[in-house]
């Protein structure tokens, strides 16, 4: 991102960031952001990595899921086809993984 940032002029934003949106920024890496590598970590030491790679796809359209249910959004064009397309993935992978472990 920095060098996005650095290409798009986008540095000349940074004195408008205030010590309070900073403090907010570290609060999430740290906590949330940490948390969930941990968890995803140690689960990855219990799990397979076919399962991990399926549960993985589902991120982000879990994510666009409980929006819509915690914020009422609904999901517009765009978002419905990449919806779309990362079930069809999660559903190829599940069936590749099938196929491929009764053999």
């Known amino acids: 991102m920095l ?8 540095q000349t934003a940074l004195p408008q960031v205030t010590g309070g949106q900073f403090i907010y920024f570290f609060i999430i890496v740290f906590s949330s952001g ?3 590598m941990l968890l995803y970590y140690f689960g990855l ?11 993985e796809l589902g991120l982000p359209l879990s994510a666009v899921v409980l929006e819509y249910f915690v914020y009422g959004k609904l999901m ?5 086809l990449g919806a779309a397309v990362l079930l069809f993935a999660i559903i190829m992978v599940a069936r590749m993984r099938g196929a491929t472990s009764t053999d």
């Open 3 to 10: 060098v996005i940032m650095l290409s798009t002029g986008g």
């Open 45 to 55: 030491k219990h799990t397979k990595a076919s399962v991990s790679t399926i549960c």
């Open 34 to 36: 940490g948390v969930a």
């Open 76 to 80: 517009n064009a765009t978002q419905f």
